[in-house]
């Protein structure tokens, strides 16, 4: 029997499907991707959504921060993973000041993210004071999915990744934050390294599901970034990045022989040439 066959079924994700999950309890798996080849592998393995998460600005551009992506950024690295892409649901981040100055530059730019790519749903930072914002988009047909807790755009304002929400007054508002973005018409919410309890408790209170990430076992799904999964963000070692391989490693291992075998001479071989 071939290997290459995936293990389960292909099917088309959408919005409705994901929010079908929840009702069903079937946990939504997602992982971020921001090139060709990831993407492929991902959606040839069933992956359920794939994130272009503005985390590229820290894995793929190296810049301390989210806050320098542009809108241009998110939309090259998306319209590499929307060509490998046949079932999953893709998902765009809307980088920092894309969407929160007015109701027309948010409309503009989640716009072009839905024309120019072509993909299922768009991504922002925020609760309640995004509502009116997000219910503007979902009304003109822009499929949005929330984020709370830990929202790397606002570090400014934070001042540390640490968990949040670890406050009763804090926790109370997220759950508020929560409540109306769901009234707004999002699909889903991303959970950003909030206590379990918390995310258990927002979970419980939504019909929409909730995506967790440094959120514990009670999210309708998880999320990780997939250089963080993979081991090659080595230094970066949160309690809750499972790693699911050491490519860090593996990839210096390859960079090694090969810089050895340029040097001795021992490659290309006569086999390797034309
Ligand atoms: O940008 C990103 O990758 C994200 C996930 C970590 C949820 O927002």
Known sequence: MSTAQPEHKPRVVTTRSVMNMKKTGERISVLTAYDFLVARYLDQVGIDIILVGDSLGNVVQGHETTLPVTVDDMIYHAKAVK???????????????????????????????????????????????????????????????????LTPQAINKFGTYEVRATEKSEADRLLRDAKSLQDAGVFSIVLEKIPTKLAKRVTEALDVPTIGIGAGPHCNGQVLVVYDMLGLTEE???????????????????????????????????????
Do not use: W
């Open 236 to 274: 970066f070692k949160p309690r809750f990045v499972r790693r699911y391989g050491e490519l860090a490693g593996e990839m210096r291992k390859a960079f090694t022989r090969y810089i050895k075998d340029v040097k001795s001479g021992d490659f290309p071989t006569t086999k390797e040439s034309y």
């Open 83 to 149: 060509r490998a892409v046949k079932n999953a649901l893709i998902v765009v981040d809307m980088p920092f000041m894309s969407y929160q100055n007015s109701l027309d530059e948010a409309v503009r730019n989640c716009g072009r993210v839905m024309k120019e790519v072509g993909v299922g749903a768009v991504k922002l930072e925020g609760g309640a004071f995004i509502a009116d914002i997000v219910r503007h988009l979902v009304e003109i047909g822009i499929p949005v999915m929330g984020h709370l807790g």
